[in-house]
């Protein structure tokens, strides 16, 4: 576990914290302030005071970001190195003076924001909220009853500068006519000239609903820039968003990202968690939303509309809105502190730069984004420095897995596509769907500029007349863009249907695998397919799902991320000690079943008797010791009809639900289990009409490449 930071802002005393941690101190107001933020220029843009919560958003938000950037990772944010887990994440205790404490100390509030950042940067947080003692006035400007924004403006968009947040204010502004509000956080006045004279575009290619724009100016003492992964920035960039959106009576603001980057699954095992930057992720939009809703009492959403497009969609938005001429204006480097040269405005070696560079030659756009402004050229530039070839190498490399990879490898490789499906407004099967498409179509648009570029120039390459490290040198001698087809996995023979890392696959007579997302009905199937001709009641069903642990649990996730994961399995006590009250109802009314039925096979003669009393219990006492306390001393609960039928419905409906998914990814299985092979009622059979025997695999996984049948 990482090592406690106490973070004390705005004054705050360190007394009575646990065993001393190091102490960073931050403040905002007064004398002593190393943290700045133009809270007077927000005031005269709104013509008035802002509310206390909205002041104390501000401040939080500020803190947080600061604290991002002084509190450095024991690491220096390696992927190679030896801490690469606990060098990584640090533990930050925050102790922040705000004017309303009791409103961020409240549950939903705190933990609200506790969930959110810690999912955004992969740091562990505590905060204490005090009262803010001696509050700092602003200067004497006039006060005005209303903003000079309120009833004008239609939407509140978040605008960097970059291609996608321009993309963003086109389609708001040009393509839609509507009157936007954009928001602009900078750290340093240095891209500000560039950022002007983009904006100064805008508006003429708007016309009379030309976009108005703010741009807020908050950064830290240099002695505290001490880490450069600043993963909690686009949590300061909501709430200055926040803050106009509210005061202009509005109850959301929007993001403009293109999918692949909000995702942004992480190019290989080696860089985890956050390290794989999570800025517009849907979770993260999704926990701002209800961080913000909790804080004003009504409901806030943070949107992001273009979470289905590719960069390249992007670029063509832009083009198709006739502002093409725009394109060259924006800036997308994630290396601008090293800009020195008024022509360069982009390093083209950083990640930003090759995946903005893709997108515009496959949007057919080169024309308006001169390759004068990259220092190195995307296709032809000499990449010296071998961080540099390895950024390009593991970009192509990607796309090139990607586009051979069917859906089963693709989740398998990435599992982190199931954090984001409950935060993307579609069920569990459509949202990841549309995710592997997304995909699928970023890697044809990059392989396809590759395949052009080669083409265009065969000759050279060839003749090795270009550098011998340009991408296209990289390409053709070392086959950096044309990785061999993996192996496809194991199919066993005939019929099966299993787990495969946090994703089920089947296969129904010979036909193609189809890939189901985790839903508690495929739970009951699978345990169904490995008994066929027996029958179980729907209590017994739901107890041997509720017993048994969690993939996710089983590969070191958390109980709590299979939650917010949307795995329909009931969290299990191997990997969380709570059940939820739908896993007890399920086990108590197991029990009772049980406890009714033991007397009648002890007094019976049946062959196998003995046999069936001890498997009765051995259930009997891990249902016990699943329920623990929830049994009470002595406790011997009893369950009544009404319960009985509860538990049958939910597993039935269950069931249909997940019936739903075969019918649409293996018809000829869903047909197969129509009545009276698969019989829904009191009790719960798969009774096949010929001998299908379904090879079910091993319960839970055991290691070994995820992307393979387990035995």
């Given amino acids: ?86 060098g990584w994440r640090r533990s930050l205790r925050f102790r922040v003076p705000v004017r309303e404490p009791d409103r961020w100390n409240s549950h939903p509030v705190r933990a609200a924001l506790v969930s959110a950042l810690s999912f955004l940067s992969e740091d562990e947080y505590r905060f204490e909220f005090c009262h803010l003692r001696k509050d700092t006035a602003l200067d004497g400007f006039i006060d005005f009853d209303t903003t000079p924004f309120a009833g004008v403006v239609e939407e509140v968009v978040m605008f960097s500068g970059g291609l996608d947040s321009l993309a963003g204010a086109v389609t708001e502004a040009v393509v839609g006519g509507r009157q936007v509000l954009l928001v602009h956080h900078r750290s340093s006045d240095k891209l500000a000239p560039h950022h002007n004279r983009l904006v100064r575009a805008l508006k003429a290619a708007s016309g009379a609903r030309a976009p108005l724009h703010f741009a807020l100016l908050a950064n830290k003492a240099k002695r505290l820039g001490r880490e450069f992964t600043q993963r909690t920035r686009s949590f300061l960039f909501a709430a200055l968003g926040a803050v106009f959106a509210r005061m202009t009576g509005l109850d959301r603001l929007r993001f403009y990202e293109n999918g692949v980057t ?63 001429g725009l394109i060259g204006r924006s800036i997308s480097c994630g290396h601008t502190w090293e800009m020195k040269s008024k022509i360069h405005t982009h390093c083209g070696v950083c990640s930003q730069c090759i995946d903005r560079r893709f997108a515009v030659l496959a949007a057919g756009q080169a024309d308006h984004d001169p390759v004068k402004g990259y220092a190195v050229e995307l296709l032809t530039g000499d990449r010296r420095d071998e961080e540099q070839k390895t950024m390009v190498a593991g970009y192509l490399d990607l796309a090139a897995r990607v586009e051979r990879m069917g859906p089963a490898e ?25 995710v592997f498409e997304l995909y699928r179509k970023h890697a044809r648009q990059v392989n396809g500029v590759i395949d052009d570029a080669i083409a265009a120039h065969c000759r050279s390459i060839r003749t ?22 993996r192996a496809e996995p194991v199919r066993p023979a005939g019929n099966y249907f299993l787990r495969r890392c946090r ?28 008994s066929p001709g027996r029958t179980f009641t729907a209590s017994e069903l739901a107890a041997r799902v509720a017993c048994r642990p969690t993939p996710t649990a089983a590969r070191g996730v958390s109980a709590a991320e299979a939650q917010d994961a949307g795995v329909g399995v009931v969290r299990s006590p191997l990997a969380d000690d709570t059940l939820d009250d739908e896993a007890v109802e ?126």
């Fill in 1 to 86: 576990m990482a090592r406690e930071r106490a973070v004390l802002c705005g004054g705050a005393y360190g007394r009575g914290l646990p065993e001393r941690p190091r102490q960073v101190e931050l403040n905002i107001y007064g004398r002593g302030a190393n943290v700045h933020i133009g809270l007077e220029a927000v005031r005269r843009a709104l013509w008035t005071d802002l509310p206390p919560v909205l002041r104390d958003l501000l401040d939080v938000a500020v803190y947080v970001y600061a604290a991002d950037q002084a509190v450095p990772r024991a690491d220096g944010g390696r992927v190679d190195g030896p801490e690469v887990g606990a």
């Fill in 262 to 324: 909000s995702l942004n699954l992480p190019p290989s095992a080696q860089v985890v968690g956050a390290r794989a930057s999570r800025t517009t992720h849907p979770r993260v939009l999704a926990g701002f939303g209800r961080l913000l809703t909790a804080l004003f009492d009504r409901p806030f959403a943070v949107e992001n509309p273009f979470q289905w497009d590719t960069k390249t969609d992007v670029v063509k938005r832009i083009a198709d809105a006739g502002a093409a």
């Fill in 410 to 434: 693709f989740f398998a490789h990435f599992g982190e596509v199931a954090r984001a499906l409950p935060h993307l407004g579609l069920p569990a099967a459509a949202g990841a769907a549309r």
């Fill in 464 to 485: 090795r007349t270009l550098s011998p490290n340009c991408l296209l040198r990289l390409v053709y001698d070392d086959g950096a863009g044309d990785v061999p087809a």
């Fill in 503 to 530: 994703v089920w696959v089947g296969r129904y007579l010979g036909g193609e695998e189809a890939v189901y997302l985790p839903e508690r009905g495929l739970e009951y199937l699978h345990i169904l397919f490995a």
């Fill in 586 to 711: 399920a086990l108590r009314s197991r029990l009772a079943e049980i406890e009714e039925r033991r007397p009648e096979v002890e007094a019976s003669n049946e062959p196998g008797r003995l046999e069936l009393l001890d498997e009765l219990d051995a259930e009997l006492r891990n249902i016990r010791n699943r329920l623990g306390r929830d049994l009470g001393r002595g406790g011997r609960p009893r369950a009544l009809a009404g319960e009985w039928d509860r538990v049958r419905n939910r597993v039935c409906n269950a069931i249909k639900r997940a019936m739903k998914q075969l019918r649409e990814y293996d018809p000829p299985l869903a047909d197969h289990l129509t009545r009276p092979v698969l019989n829904l009622g009191h009790t719960i059979s798969y009774v096949p009409r010929t001998d299908i025997r379904w090879d079910t695999g091993r319960w839970p996984p055991t290691g070994g490449n995820p992307g393979l049948h387990e035995k």
